[in-house]
């Protein structure tokens, strides 16, 4: 995590980075005096954690980080107990009172960490409003068992209706990006947890039998772990 110091005390400051010192996945951008000189470095710099005291000249801590239209993680370093409250209402990942040990910050960094590889991780959708005709349906996206297209609708075949939708395959790529689906022909996306089996160049699935095109037969092999022998 790339992180940052707006500490004003000098002697704080070196404890806090000898106690980074130790974390080798912390990597300090700089270190600030005052909440100013930090916010003209945010500007330009994206920055994954701060590492905030309360008690800075001109602008508190908590002034600041209300400041922030788009804060990072934030952990709050004080001598006064007082702000603790601030402190969690306004997010803290943790809040350190001074003198702190290397094993209570090191806490602080771990909570911090687990925020951190959370935010990494995309959140999929599981559910999709859909407008078919003048109806808006709420359909689980598992439920999709194939597409297809023609001219400028869709129709989304699901394990107990057909709906048509306005607009293109390109566009219901995008919106399934990362999920198991996958366009197999130039007029169809499949769900690959649906599929029964292959028979040549038919995908099928139930009852229905979809062509696959060659351009797209060896992905959806590897897709679904099979070699084509």
Known sequence: MNF?????????????????????????????????????????????????????PEMSGV?????????????????????AVDGFDLEAVDFLLKPFSFERFHKAVNKAREKFNTRLVPVMPTKLSIKSGKRIYQIAIDDIRFIETCGDY???????????????????????????????????IVNLQKIDHLEGNLICIGENKLPASEQYKEQLLERMGGNGD
Request: proline share 6%.
């Open 4 to 56: 940052i110091i707006i500490e004003d005390e000098p002697a704080a400051q070196s404890i806090l980075e000898s106690h980074i010192s130790k974390c080798p996945d912390l990597r300090c951008c700089g270190t600030f005096g005052d909440a100013f000189s930090a916010q003209t470095f945010l500007n330009s710099n994206p920055i994954d954690l701060i590492f905030l005291d309360i008690n800075l």
């Open 63 to 83: 002034s600041f980080l209300r400041s922030l239209v788009h804060p990072p993680l934030v952990i709050f370093t004080t001598a006064y107990s007082q702000y």
């Open 154 to 188: 869709v129709t989304l075949f699901c394990s107990d209706k057909k709906l048509v939708v306005h607009g293109t395959l390109k566009s219901w790529e995008e919106k399934l990006k990362g999920l198991p689906f996958l366009k197999v022909h130039r007029t169809t």
